[in-house]
């Protein structure tokens, strides 16, 4: 079974986590709540980790149970009130362990391949490699643009 691809293309994802990670704990209650490019910092974050979990959704698969409103998590409507940090980290905490156990099954020579589940739901092909691309550069954007609210308010980001 060779994986040095799939482990080589899974670090920028354990970054992205990371980033994620470091970006809850740093992130201000107050900053939390508040419209940071037209959404709240909070709903933005949760969108992020629903995200990864429905990449990563085999065809059968319902998506994790989720601790707000899925119009709220894909960005359709504003949540309110804010979602605690302790939920969104269970939360994460279970969509993290279903991306854990997708990237595992994966050997390099499914890469090249199509994820088959995913194209149907976007309406484009999408191979495994660009999925597993996906799960940090989604990420990562998210994680950018909420880093602008705590710059906004003189604190360091996290990127």
């Known amino acids: 079974m060779a994986r040095e691809i799939v482990t080589a293309a899974q670090g920028?994802?354990?970054?992205?986590w990371g980033l994620l990670n470091a970006y809850v704990d740093?992130?201000?209650d107050e900053i939390w709540a508040e419209k940071n490019g037209g959404w709240p910092v909070?709903?933005?974050?949760?969108?992020a980790v629903m995200v990864l979990d429905f990449f990563v959704l085999g065809e059968k698969d319902p998506l994790l149970p989720a601790p707000c409103d899925m119009d709220v998590l894909m960005l359709k409507t504003q949540g309110a009130p804010a979602l605690g940090k302790a939920a969104l980290r269970e939360y994460a905490a279970a969509v993290k362990t279903r991306v854990d156990a997708w990237i595992a099954g994966l050997e390099d020579a499914d890469l090249a391949g199509?994820?088959?589940a995913l194209s149907a739901?976007?309406?484009r092909e999408t191979s495994y490699?660009?999925?597993l691309?996906?799960?940090a550069s989604h990420t990562?954007?998210?994680i950018g643009s909420c880093d602008a609210a705590l710059r906004d308010h003189g604190l360091p980001g996290v990127f």
């Open 129 to 131: 490699a660009a999925t």
């Open 42 to 47: 909070w709903q933005q974050i949760a969108h």
């Open 26 to 28: 740093a992130c201000p």
């Open 114 to 116: 199509t994820n088959t």
């Open 133 to 135: 691309v996906m799960l």
């Open 121 to 123: 739901k976007l309406g």
């Open 140 to 142: 990562d954007y998210h």
């Open 12 to 16: 920028p994802f354990l970054h992205a």
